[in-house]
């Protein structure tokens, strides 16, 4: 597509219920990542995808956290048992990833999904 | 590690007043390094990057950037500010190990006196 898209855009959940957020990259970008961002914080990077493989997941932050991608495409993140630190926006970016920091290797970022869990 | 510091948490300026945004990292080698900006309900846009080369970069809606390795700093700054630039402006620098992520700052908020 022209843009990362990520749906929802805004989920309310009430604490102890799973969650899955959906990320659709930018066509024929190879690397996804998911970063998080709570409520006056920067921005805290959570997984990182090259193609469906997932080479970086040190900022998931507990194991209630999980993230896949099938077909080199579309990238779900579920969060189980949420808990209200959990509220925050989830963003997703995709890049080319050519291998190297270059002008084609640039990070584009969807709109986020929000998620408040009451 | 590496990091990134925004020093300033929100900065009010008038507007067509210029604006200096302040940026810090800490980076062992030659950094890559980002300013994006993102608008209420919106993703983060690209405002520009510094590679190599030209240590000032330009950058969209009249954005520029100066790369300073000696005080380890990539401000941005606008030589007159629109109503339209109130948003959130975010630093970040590049990592090049089991991935190309970035690391970010935590953010400098602008508002705009009319």
């Known amino acids: 597509g022209a843009g990362v898209s990520q749906s929802p855009s805004n989920k309310v959940t009430e604490k102890g219920k799973d969650v899955e957020l959906r990320c659709d990259p930018i066509s024929g970008h190879t690397a996804l990542y998911w970063y998080r961002q709570s409520l006056g914080q920067g921005l805290e990077f959570l997984i990182y995808?090259?193609?469906?493989?997932?080479?970086?997941k040190s900022g998931l932050p507990s194991d209630r956290f999980s993230a896949e991608r099938t077909g080199g495409s579309v990238s779900t993140l579920t969060i189980q048992r949420t808990q209200q630190e959990d509220s925050a926006v989830y963003l997703c970016?995709?890049?080319?990833?050519?291998?190297?920091?270059?002008?084609?290797?640039?990070?584009?970022f969807g709109a986020g999904s929000r998620l408040t869990v009451l | 590690a590496q990091s990134v510091t925004q020093p300033d948490i929100h900065i009010t300026v008038s507007e067509g007043a210029s604006l200096e945004l302040r940026c810090n990292y800490s980076y062992g080698a030659t950094p890559y390094l980002f300013w994006y900006v993102q608008s209420p309900g919106q993703g983060l846009q690209l405002l520009l990057k510094?590679?190599?080369?030209?240590?000032l970069v330009q950058g969209i809606k009249g954005f520029e950037a100066e790369f300073k390795r000696s005080q380890s700093s990539f401000n941005l700054r606008k030589p007159s500010v629109h109503w339209s630039d109130a948003a959130e402006y975010f630093c970040?620098?590049?990592?090049?190990?089991?991935?190309?992520?970035?690391?970010f700052g935590s953010g400098t908020r602008l508002l705009v006196r009319p």
């Open positions: 970016a995709s890049s080319l990833d050519t291998g190297g920091w270059s002008g084609a290797n640039v990070l584009t």
């Open positions: 510094y590679f190599s080369g030209d240590t």
């Open positions: 970040a620098v590049g990592r090049m190990d089991s991935s190309y992520k970035l690391i």
């Open positions: 995808f090259q193609g469906n493989s997932a080479p970086d």
